[in-house]
Structure formats: structure tokens, C-alpha cells
């Protein structure tokens, strides 16, 4: 199971790259040699290779298991397993020009953030245009939150089963929060509660980095996924409304995301020149190692690099000195939906064709495979945050960090626009947020940003307010 990783609009690709539709063209169901049925499953995976242990899954427990299953019920099918060991975005795009072309697999993997591009190139339908009822009346919906169902949502409708997700926290050292008289258990539930943290925690040790919020153009994604975003939820708005089809500019939710920024800048609560430097994600992540950071937001990717042994910058101590918090909102009830507490996920989905010649059995093994039973083999070879409640309820109860975010964080968390568009807006925001680092005032910032926006969406697509 793979993170959303966000590459380059797919569109134009598509139908710029006809000549190299036959890649997958014309594969799929087809008749079986022996009287039987034969259907394809892709994924961007291969066997001791990229995501090598989602193909020995697949290969070695799904496909075999669900074979068997079939069998007992007197069908005889054959699932073929198309790996690659591609970049994800060269693998979205080969699967782009083989649904477009009317072929590609039947059963396929999909990163959350190419849905949207997806449907509106006319390469995905509704699960229930594809299967009819068993897609809705599916008995595995009630154990995926219904914030990551939206991983595969757009606009209301389902175009898939979310698989893996992940999550967006407050980490904090519990050894510089001891020293700053804070509390072991630390859960703010304000925006003024952490910079009232961060304040005693640069007080009492004026040589640690007391907040880390990502926030320069050099961290790229990070800035946005793991600093603006989180904040603008924080402060009640998603960065853009699927309903009123609106982004958001010079508002008061991203006013109050700048103003954030500037304070924790202007007062020397945050570094800005580690938010400028070329290798500042990497820097900060290892500062945390080394105990010298108090705050930082940021996704599980930090429990996996810092806190685990096997990291890349494992850090003494491990959870001993390590505490995490879910993110407040601006205050209490402020956050988007109403919420006190909000986060951002990535994450990704399994689709169907839409020209599969025999939906029912691809829905067949779309729901098996997103089955606890099948889900928990998974698990065995790696331990991760399924969308599944059930399954990560077994397999993450030793792990306090993975149990928490999916018990505590997925049930509010919020997702990404799944647009072809979003990553040009995201370089805007990033531009935004350097500005600030880099001294500019908020409204000066904010006025750049909107002009940015405007250019590439219209100003008729800007939230007003």
C-alpha cells in the first residue's frame, strides 16, 4: 500500500502520447483457456522491487486466496497481475492513455490525488455505474471513515475502495517540554496554546528550535501538505470547495494562515533560513533526532525516519522522548466541519475499468481484496494504516503512534483537491509562505499569492470571503 505522491497534470500527457497507447490497449478480461474467466489487476509494484511488498501480496496471498474462492463457487477464474517499477507519475500516465484508448487492466491501483483528473477525463464511473448496487450496499463501507472515503471520492460519488492512508500530527520532545515545566501529555486546543508552548520552550533553551512549521518553497510539497494546508483547515476552510468549485485566495482563513506565519517568524519561535535551505526538510528531521527541536508538525513519515530504530536518523530514546498530539484547530470548534481538532491524509485507492467485460467479477475481487482477512495478510508482511478501521484496530494495537492516528486522526482528517491544476496552485502557496519567512508583511504576501491564483484558475473561481 503506497502514499499518494503528487506528480505533473496527466491530461495534456494523455493526449499528447497517443503513439504509446498499446502498451496496455486491448488488455483485460478475456476468456479463459480451459472454459474460465481471466481478469487483470495493475499496480505500480513489482517483486523485489518498487513497492515489492505489495506484489508478493498480491501475488502470493490475494490472488491465489480469491482463485480459491472462486473455484468454491464453481467459477473458474484467473486474476493476472500486470506489475511495474515505474516513477508514479510515469505510471498514471501509461494508465491514462490505456483507459482513454478503451483497454487497460480491470482492477487497477490508483494515488488519491489523480482522481479527480481522472473523472474528469472521462477515464473513471462511479463504482455504482460500473457494478450497480453491490458497489453501494458494499458491507466493508462501514469500516472506512467517511473522511477517507474521500480518497476515492469526487464530487459525492465513489470511483473506488481507499486502501492506505496516513496521517498529520503534532510531534513534541517530552524531554524539552519537562525542562520548560509542560506537560508529558500535551494536547493544545489553540493556535494560542502553541505559540503559549513554543514561548517557554525557546524561554527556557533559546539555542533549540522551538516550532517547526514547514514553510519555504525549497521543501516543495511539505510546505503545503504538511504547513499551509493543515493550518487553513485549522483556521475552517479546505484550500478548495468541490462544492462551489472556489479556491481559496486573500480570505479570512488565509489571512489568519499568514498571520500565523509571520508571528512564529517575527518573534524567532521558528527558523526561518531552515525553512530556505535546499536540504530544510532533511535538516529539521534531524535536529528532531538530535532533540533539538520542541514542535513539529508533520506526518508519520517522521514516526518512520526519527522515531523508529531503522530510521534514517533514528533517535535515542525513541517514543520515550517523543509525544504527539492531534492538531488543533484556531480555536475550539473553528476547524473545517465545526471540528476542535483536524488533520490532512494522503493516500490512495483500487479502481475499476469502466469498459471491463465482466464488472461483477471485478467487483468481486476489488472487494476481496479490500477485505479484513485479506487486508490483515498485508499486514503481516508490514504494518500499516489501512482505511480499514477493523483491520488497523488488530494489527496496529502494539503500536501506539500508528493506533493513535488511526483511531484519533483519520476520523477527522481531510484530503487534497484531486485536480490537474492543484499542483500549479500548491507552488503558489509554497511562494506564499517563503514570502513570509522571508520578512514579507501578510498582506503584502497574500496580495502576490492572489494575483498567482487568479492567473491560473480565475478570479471567478476564488472564494470571496
Known sequence: MRRARRARPLLAVAGAAAMTVAACAGCGASAGGSGGTTITMEANSVAGGT??????????????????????????VTVNFEGSGASGEDYANRLAL???????????????????EFVQAGYLKPLSSVVGPAATSWSGWSQIPTSVQSITEYQGKQYGIPNGTDGRVLFYNKALFRQAGLPASWQPTSWADIISAAKRLKAKDPG??????????QMGE????????PLLASAGQLVYNEKTGAWQGDTPAMQAVAGFYHTIYSTGLANSQLQLGANGRDQTLQLFAQGKVGIYLES??????????????????????????LIPAQ?????????????????????LNPNT??????????????????????????????????????????D??????????????????????????????????????????PASALSTYQTTLEKLVGASHIAKS
Not at 490505456?98 to 479527480?116: N, R
Not at 466541519?337 to 483536524?342: E, K, N, T
Not at 500499516?384 to 484496530?393: C, P, Y
Open 51 to 76: 513497492n515489492g511488498q505489495e506484489a508478493s501480496w498480491l501475488t502470493k496471498d490475494v490472488i491465489p486466496g480469491f482463485e480459491k474462492e472462486m473455484k468454491a463457487k464453481g467459477q473458474n
Open 98 to 116: 490505456d483507459l482513454k484508448s478503451g483497454g487497460g487492466p480491470d482492477v487497477f491501483d490508483l494515488d488519491g490525488p489523480y482522481y479527480g
Open 208 to 217: 533549540i528550535e522551538a516550532l517547526q512549521i514547514d514553510g519555504g518553497a
Open 222 to 229: 511539505a510546505t503545503t501538505f504538511q504547513g499551509v494546508l
Open 300 to 325: 508519520d513519515y517522521l514516526y518512520e525516519s526519527v522515531i523508529n530504530s531503522d530510521g534514517l536518523y533514528p533517535m535515542q530514546g525513541g517514543t520515550k522522548d517523543v509525544g504527539w498530539a
Open 331 to 351: 480555536s475550539p470548534g473553528k476547524g473545517i466541519r465545526g471540528q476542535s481538532f483536524i488533520s490532512m491524509s494522503g493516500g490512495s485507492g483500487q479502481s
Open 357 to 398: 467485460k465482466h464488472p461483477k467479477l471485478a467487483w468481486d475481487f476489488l472487494s476481496y481484496m479490500n477485505s479484513q482477512a485479506a487486508l490483515l495478510q498485508y499486514e503481516k508482511i508490514k504494518a500499516f494504516l489501512s482505511a480499514n478501521a477493523d483491520v488497523n484496530k488488530i494489527a496496529l494495537a502494539k
Open 400 to 441: 501506539p503512534f500508528l493506533s493513535f492516528v488511526a483511531s484519533k486522526v483519520l476520523p477527522l482528517t481531510a484530503y487534497r483537491p484531486s485536480l490537474a491544476i492543484y499542483p500549479q496552485v500548491s507552488v503558489g502557496i509554497q511562494q506564499l509562505a517563503q514570502n513570509l519567512a522571508t520578512g514579507k508583511s
